[in-house]
Every structure is written in C-alpha cells, then in structure tokens.
C-alpha cells in the first residue's frame, strides 16, 4: 500500500509563494529587452524634442531624462497590477511585504533602490580611475553578491525588495 505524499510543504513556485531566483532573473533578462525599445523610444524622443545633433550635447539631461522615463515605466505597471509585460510572461507580480498592491510611494522607492543592482560598482569607475575590464569584473561580483542575497530567507527577497517593504511572488498559470 502506498501512503499519501504529505502536503505540508508548497512547490517552489506555487501561487503565492516566491519564486526562485532562477525565474526571476530569467524575467530579468526579458525585462531588458523590453526596456531596450522604452529607453531608444525615450532617446529618440529627447533628441528630436532638443535638436541634439551629437551624444555629447545635453548628456547629463538625456540621462536623467531616461531615468525618469524608465522610473515612470516601472512604477506605473507596479502600481496598476503589480506586472509588467515580462513579469506577466514568467507570472510574477510585485507586492507590499503584506500581500497588498504597492502604492505609489512603495514603487517609487523599490525603483531608486533597485539601482542598488548596478550603481555602486559603477560609480567606483570613475572615483578610483579604473579601467573599464576591472569596472566590470567589480560590477560581476556585485551582481553575484547582489543575487545571492535572494537565497537567504523563506521569502526569497532581494537586498532591494527588503529595503523597499515589497516582495515578489508566484501566480497562479
């Protein structure tokens, strides 16, 4: 006679529960590519709008200018369904640390602390006069370190996601 499997633990990835950090930065990775079109959108935007005719003229502005398009991207599809379009593909979707849907404050605050994942190993570029093969062995251990900080803990949260009170979990195919 067999016995019933115990059903006091959940799959990895059941609804709900957070996923593996493997999924998500596999959502990760498509998110890039989404972003790809929203920032040459953006780019192509500001140039024709300022009549930029090189990369050097109004760079500082462009690059706040995406920032900010980008931040708007993030914070408006974590605000209205907790998914953007690569979240809805992997079937994930952004929460308070609650369960309840973010509020504007949260995702604002989960986006400048996302920057976390890249800024600090590529602010050290210029301050230390680094060249750019030992700018990015820094930025792959940090992004290394950064990922591991998604294993610990029975909710999976990266270091940012913490910070911000938000969590990501699983939905339901």
Do not use: C
């Amino acid at each position: 006679m067999s016995q019933p499997l115990a059903t006091s633990t959940l799959p990895a990835d059941a609804p709900g529960t957070a996923p593996t950090v493997r999924r998500r930065l596999a959502a990760l990775v498509y998110e890039t590519l989404i972003l790809f079109g929203v920032v040459f959108f953006a780019g192509y935007l500001f140039s024709t709008l300022t009549q930029q005719r090189d990369g050097l003229t109004h760079h500082n502005l462009l690059a706040a200018w995406i920032g900010l398009v980008v931040g708007l991207y993030f914070v408006w599809f974590w605000t209205h369904g907790g998914q953007t379009l690569p979240m809805k593909t992997w079937r994930l979707r952004v929460v308070a640390a609650d369960g309840s849907p973010l509020s504007a404050g949260r995702a604002i605050a989960r986006y400048v602390l996302a920057w976390l994942w890249f800024l600090p190993p590529l602010a050290l570029h210029p301050l230390l006069g680094l060249r750019l093969p030992q700018t990015l062995a820094i930025a792959g251990i940090w992004f290394v370190l950064w990922t591991a900080t998604g294993l610990f803990g029975a909710q999976r949260r990266f270091l940012h996601d913490r910070l911000a009170g938000t969590r990501v979990i699983a939905m339901a195919r």
